[in-house]
Structures are given as C-alpha cells and as structure tokens.
C-alpha cells in the first residue's frame, strides 16, 4: 500500500467514525435555520463538535458575535476550513449552508487525522453573514487569515463542480430627500424625491447596454412616498452591482454613481449614497488544489467537472485574493430547483445531501494532505504565506 493509499484511509476512517455527528450537524442547523448574524445556535453546535473532536479555540476569537476561531495542531503549514450557516428569511437554508457547515467541518476532522504526520495546523473559522454583509471579509480585517497557507471550503449544489470564478459585488442605499408639498395646492413648492429615484432608474436601465459584458444591475425601491397627495420628500433604493473582477466592478460603480446624480441634478433632492456590507470580490480557485480534490472525488465515483465560468458571488472571493483557496460545488438531487428558493431547501436533509457531505468532507481533506506532502507545493503555499 503506498503512502497516499494509507492517508486516504486514515482520512477515511476519521470521516467514518465522525459521521453520525456530522449529519446530526447538518440536520440541526436545517431544522433550525437562523439569519446573518445572528447565528447563534448554529455556531454553538459546530463548537461543541469541535470540542469534542479536540480542537482548542484560540485565545483572541473574531469580534462578530457568531464567529470563531478553532485549532488543531501545530505544524508550519495552516489549512484553514470556512464554515458557513446563515439562512435565508422566509425560506431557511435555500443555498444549502448546513451542508457547507457540515462538509467543512468534517474535512476538518479528516484532515486532522494525519496533520500531525504532514505538518499541518488544521484550522477552522466560523463565517457568518455570507448571505449579507460578508464574515469572512470581517475576518481578513481583523487578522484571522493573516497564518493561513491555504483555505477550502465547499458549497451545496446540484452538479459537483470545482475551478468555478464568481462575480464581484457590492450594495449600495441610495436615498433621496426633497422637500414636500400639497401635490394638488401647491406642487411647485415642493421637490420630489421620487422623481429623482425614477430618473436614476431610467438613466440605469439604459445605460445597461454599455457596460461591460457579464455586468448585472439590480435594483429595488424600498421607499418612495406616503400618500399620493403629498410630493415625496424621501425615496429609497437598494443597489446591487456585479461585475467579472473588482476591476470592472469600479467602472460600473462610476457609471451607476453618475445615474443616481443625474436623478438629484434633476430635481433638486438631496443624494446620499452608503455603501451596504462589504464588497466581495471575484473568486480565484487554485489549480493544483483543484485537481487534488477532483481526483480525490473521482476515488469516491464523482465525476468533478472543471468548469472555470463564475457561478453567483460569495465572499470567499475575498479569501482567494489572500492566499490558495479552493470552492467547489457538491452536488446533490435537488429535482430541479434551483438556490434561493423553499424547493432547493426541502432537499437540504436528503440521503443524497448527506452522502456529498462525506463525500465533500473527504475531497478537501485529500487535497489538503496531497498540498502538503508535495514538496513543491507546500514550499509555494508557505512562500504564499509570507
């Protein structure tokens, strides 16, 4: 048996013995599927398993309240394991992060089966708010990547996937303010902030056509009047902008900013424009680490399609900017429905959902071990580190 038959055992073995606890995980976090932020629950019982598992947690944790920091080992080379489990409102857990959660934790437990043999500090995070403002990037702000060589994690999905790039985004809160008036007694006393919302809209809409292939606008108004007898003196808006880099990300901001002043141009409101969350950016999977786990999945019958096109957004994009990051989907039967909706949740729990969790689990402990016992890999993800 050669080395790396006998670590895909080992690693094996650890997923085998940890799987009832990871399903449970899995299963919780689904039944009881809390908002960004606000995850307390779910944060807890990937701790406790943790714990249990023997990692420590380190002596200064994340600032946001349902984040963490989690160790296990002390070798040179840090792989560290991104562990989401917000929901979404109305509809739980319609992006699958109790299979994300629960994936990334296992390839936690898997990997630490052999760390101490490859020289590797398993790490885990626990990243809030992927849906919304973007943990992970609260992360990088406070340090917590600044010792990782190398990060994974894997997301629910139907088709098994990796090499994926995503869109860069950002959200604006555009709100205008005017000046209100009798819309029937004395309209020219007034400014009409709606006004100024439906120019920016207009202005938006056609300036869709110049802007850079794979661009996407979208744009909602959340307020924009009391009663059809007085002049608006507030509208509001929520704008959500992507791009194919941050680069191209810049030129659509410049171009939509000058769509929103023309609207208080226009009208004489006032314009305040606030950025909502964090900006994520593109993501950039890491080739070797890519073909690592696509032959470990091969070893458990997947077929992994490379596939190098962007696929939605997510703020581990901003992790592949820092250091060698892999992000692939796991696919499960999911009947057709697609993320974001109650149908994709129901199958969440799926005999189908639960084996991509071990199957998911194993991928990324093998790529991680095959990265550290090749000797030209591990010296560039240590070279990546400094």
């Given at each position: 048996?050669?080395?790396?038959?006998?670590?895909?055992?080992?690693?094996?073995?650890?997923?085998?013995?940890?799987?009832?606890?990871?399903?449970?995980?899995?299963?919780?976090?689904?039944?009881?599927?809390?908002?960004?932020?606000?995850?307390?629950?779910?944060?807890?019982?990937?701790?406790?398993?943790?714990?249990k598992?023997?990692?420590?947690?380190?002596?200064?944790?994340?600032?946001?309240?349902?984040?963490?920091?989690?160790?296990?080992?002390?070798?040179?080379?840090?792989?560290?394991?991104?562990?989401?489990?917000?929901a979404?409102?109305?509809?739980?857990?319609?992006?699958g992060?109790?299979?994300?959660?629960?994936?990334?934790?296992?390839?936690?437990?898997?990997?630490?089966?052999?760390?101490?043999?490859?020289?590797?500090?398993?790490?885990?995070?626990?990243?809030?708010?992927?849906?919304?403002?973007?943990?992970?990037?609260?992360?990088?702000?406070?340090?917590?990547?600044?010792?990782?060589?190398?990060?994974?994690?894997?997301?629910?999905?139907?088709?098994?996937?990796?090499?994926?790039?995503?869109?860069?985004?950002?959200?604006?809160?555009?709100?205008?303010?005017?000046?209100?008036?009798?819309?029937?007694?004395a309209?020219?006393?007034?400014?009409?902030?709606?006004?100024?919302m439906?120019?920016?809209?207009?202005?938006?809409?056609?300036?869709?056509?110049?802007?850079?292939?794979?661009?996407?606008?979208?744009?909602?108004?959340?307020?924009?009047g009391?009663?059809?007898?007085?002049?608006?003196?507030?509208?509001?808006?929520?704008?959500?902008?992507?791009?194919?880099?941050?680069?191209?990300?810049?030129?659509?901001?410049?171009?939509?900013?000058?769509?929103?002043?023309?609207?208080?141009?226009?009208?004489?409101?006032?314009?305040?424009?606030?950025?909502?969350?964090?900006?994520?950016?593109?993501?950039?999977?890491?080739?070797?680490?890519?073909?690592?786990?696509?032959?470990?999945?091969?070893?458990?019958?997947?077929?992994?399609?490379?596939?190098?096109?962007?696929l939605?957004?997510?703020?581990?994009?901003?992790?592949?900017?820092?250091?060698?990051?892999?992000?692939?989907?796991?696919?499960?039967?999911?009947?057709?429905?697609?993320?974001?909706?109650?149908?994709?949740?129901?199958?969440?729990?799926?005999?189908?959902?639960?084996?991509?969790?071990?199957?998911?689990?194993?991928g990324?402990?093998?790529?991680?071990?095959?990265?550290?016992?090749d000797?030209?890999?591990?010296?560039?993800?240590?070279?990546?580190k400094d």
């Amino acid at each position: 048996m050669s080395t790396d038959e006998a670590r895909a055992q080992r690693i094996t073995a650890a997923l085998e013995h940890w799987k009832a606890d990871l399903l449970q995980l899995s299963h919780e976090i689904h039944a009881d599927p809390e908002l960004s932020g606000q995850e307390f629950r779910a944060a807890q019982r990937v701790s406790n398993l943790l714990e249990k598992a023997g990692f420590g947690f380190d002596a200064q944790q994340p600032q946001l309240a349902t984040a963490f920091s989690a160790r296990h080992g002390n070798g040179e080379l840090v792989a560290a394991f991104c562990v989401e489990y917000d929901a979404l409102p109305g509809i739980g857990h319609a992006c699958g992060h109790n299979v994300n959660a629960a994936a990334a934790v296992g390839a936690a437990l898997g990997l630490a089966a052999v760390a101490g043999e490859l020289g590797i500090t398993v790490k885990v995070l626990g990243t809030p708010a992927e849906e919304t403002t973007g943990g992970k990037v609260e992360l990088i702000k406070e340090g917590f990547f600044d010792d990782v060589s190398l990060a994974m994690m894997a997301h629910a999905g139907a088709d098994d996937i990796v090499g994926g790039s995503s869109l860069a985004i950002c959200m604006w809160d555009a709100l205008y303010t005017g000046k209100p008036a009798h819309a029937a007694l004395a309209p020219e006393e007034g400014i009409n902030a709606l006004d100024a919302m439906v120019i920016a809209q207009t202005a938006i809409a056609l300036a869709r056509q110049q802007l850079p292939a794979g661009s996407v606008v979208s744009m909602i108004v959340t307020e924009g009047g009391s009663a059809a007898n007085v002049i608006p003196d507030r509208a509001r808006a929520n704008i959500e902008m992507r791009a194919e880099s941050v680069e191209t990300l810049r030129r659509i901001e410049a171009r939509v900013r000058r769509c929103l002043e023309a609207g208080a141009h226009g009208t004489g409101a006032a314009l305040d424009i606030r950025e909502v969350g964090n900006e994520y950016a593109d993501l950039r999977q890491d080739r070797f680490l890519a073909g690592a786990y696509q032959r470990a999945l091969g070893a458990r019958e997947r077929d992994v399609l490379y596939d190098e096109r962007a696929l939605a957004s997510t703020d581990m994009g901003n992790v592949s900017h820092l250091v060698p990051t892999i992000h692939p989907v796991i696919g499960y039967e999911v009947g057709g429905a697609v993320h974001h909706t109650a149908e994709f949740t129901a199958f969440g729990t799926s005999a189908s959902a639960d084996k991509a969790i071990m199957d998911a689990a194993f991928g990324m402990a093998m790529a991680a071990a095959a990265a550290a016992a090749d000797p030209v890999e591990r010296e560039r993800l240590l070279a990546a580190k400094d």
